[in-house]
């Protein structure tokens, strides 16, 4: 399957997840996607243990990706 339209196509979560933290910080990012482990002590590691279990999670971080890529 091609995924010539999809930016985010050989993008890992890792990454994903660092740019958006790296764009917006930890409060910002918590404040559009309000979830514990952008709240509570967060860290790279435990945010991307929750994400890979909880797929609308993975789901809101992906979205708001695409969004700040376009």
Same mark, same amino acid.
């Given at each position: 399957m091609t995924q010539?339209?999809? @930016?985010?196509?050989?993008?890992?979560?890792?990454?994903i997840l660092t740019d958006l933290v790296d764009h917006f910080g930890w @409060?910002?990012?918590?404040r559009r996607i309000p979830i514990q482990c952008f709240t509570t002590d @967060?860290?790279?590691?435990?945010s991307l243990k929750f994400l890979r279990r909880t797929p609308w999670a993975r789901s809101k971080v992906e979205e708001l990706d695409a969004r700040m890529r376009r």
């Amino acid at each position: 399957m091609t995924q010539i339209n999809n @930016p985010q196509h050989g993008i890992t979560l890792e990454n994903i997840l660092t740019d958006l933290v790296d764009h917006f910080g930890w @409060p910002e990012l918590a404040r559009r996607i309000p979830i514990q482990c952008f709240t509570t002590d @967060p860290s790279i590691k435990s945010s991307l243990k929750f994400l890979r279990r909880t797929p609308w999670a993975r789901s809101k971080v992906e979205e708001l990706d695409a969004r700040m890529r376009r």
